[in-house]
């Protein structure tokens, strides 16, 4: 068996790669992460491909995608304090090793394999893949090797090599075989029903249009108007818009626009990807402030397709409690962490255990919004 780390997705057949991936989440797949590298939306970030891949007698059997970074952004897993700690402390915490989909905080497959490979079992490869990145951290004296929102299996593999564990919330609507949007409503407290159709009446009231739009039928127009949407929402709030409008392009078979039109404007627009079994809210930017159209773009509107389209799920991005009482319900989201320095080490795990325990409670707090009866 031979290690080999890869500077450009591109070096390794797609077929080969999507075989080890799965088809049902769309970030972990060759083109996805091809067209990041691609169209120019990761070098001036400090996201430097370092993709780790496992062969056996030439035959692609594990793989991960993996970045060196110089920095801490598009991660959505803070460790700003633990860079901060390390400056102190006259320290250098980047350049630091991250496996991660770049600007994509979605729970999926880190550590990919072959799962009838006759030589080693799938855990036998996670390990595998494990030691290798850790290996390759140490030589290239690395700070740390960062595996961010990890599946389940993914994570008990991390465990088994004593990485430190760290978990957050995020809110995810589940569908329980609804026959549509009064089915959800209807399974929801009183106070909860009334509230959300009181918002939905409220852009109704506007004469608000909602449109889906598949990526694949976007004429150049709205595509160039979509994008418009993407980087308004990040000028506000001034940040960056890391995404190129060639990069959503290529993602087009994947992605769903939204498009809000009032008056004979478009107001508002929001980007979506659709895997196997789960809608994945994106992105979204409005022009003018409308009491409610933001819950009726990016959770209504979603849930609303979902139960059409029969998907399970329905993840709506990162943060932000109030969508509880919109009937999206805390999920934990995990990472695990090597440290290379023995006391940064110790005062991180100290740090994390602390965390977990606020965490816990919080998500108990968390429960007790639910809006179902």
């Not at 939204?258 to 404007?265: D, M, Q, V």
Request: charged share 20%.
């Amino acid at each position: 068996m031979k290690i080999v780390f890869s500077e450009n997705i591109n070096e390794i057949p797609a077929a080969q790669w999507d075989a080890l991936a799965g088809d049902s989440n769309p970030f972990i797949a060759h083109d996805f992460l091809c067209a990041l590298e691609q169209f120019d939306c990761l070098q001036n970030w400090g996201w430097l491909p370092q993709h780790c891949l496992l062969y056996d007698n030439g035959s692609l059997i594990g793989a991960c995608p993996a970045y060196i970074k110089d920095n801490s952004y598009g991660e959505f897993v803070f460790d700003w304090a633990w860079a901060d700690a390390y400056q102190r402390n006259q320290r250098d915490y980047y350049p630091k090793l991250v496996t991660a989909i770049p600007f994509t905080p979605a729970t999926g497959p880190r550590l990919l394999t072959k799962s009838n490979h006759a030589g080693a079992s799938p855990g036998a490869i996670k390990q595998g893949l494990i030691k290798a990145l850790i290996s390759h951290a140490s030589l290239r004296q690395l700070s740390s090797v960062h595996f961010l929102f990890c599946e389940q299996s993914d994570i008990n593999c991390l465990a088994e090599q004593q990485l430190l564990q760290r978990y957050d919330y995020q809110y995810h609507w589940q569908n329980h075989h609804y026959s549509d949007f009064d089915d959800f409503l209807s399974r929801l407290t009183s106070r909860r029903r009334k509230n959300i159709k009181r918002e939905r009446r409220k852009v109704q009231q506007e004469n608000i249009r909602i449109e889906w739009i598949a990526g694949a039928e976007l004429s150049e127009e709205q595509w160039q108007t979509l994008y418009n949407f993407y980087r308004l929402t990040f000028m506000k709030k001034s940040g960056a818009a890391t995404l190129t409008l060639d990069f959503f392009k290529a993602m087009a078979g994947k992605l769903r626009a939204i498009f809000a039109y009032h008056e004979g404007r478009t107001v508002a627009g929001a980007i979506c990807f659709e895997g196997a079994d789960t809608l994945y809210g994106r992105h979204w930017g409005c022009i003018d402030n409308y009491d409610s159209l933001h819950f009726e773009v990016c959770y209504y509107t979603g849930i609303d397709y979902c139960i059409r389209q029969g998907l399970k799920f329905f993840e709506p991005g990162a943060q932000g409690e109030h969508k509880i009482w919109r009937g999206f319900l805390p999920v934990k989201t995990r990472s695990a962490h090597w440290i290379a320095e023995p006391v940064f080490r110790a005062a991180i795990a100290d740090f994390l255990q602390r965390e977990s325990r606020a965490m816990h409670e919080h998500g108990k707090l968390l429960m007790q919004s639910s809006p179902y009866k």
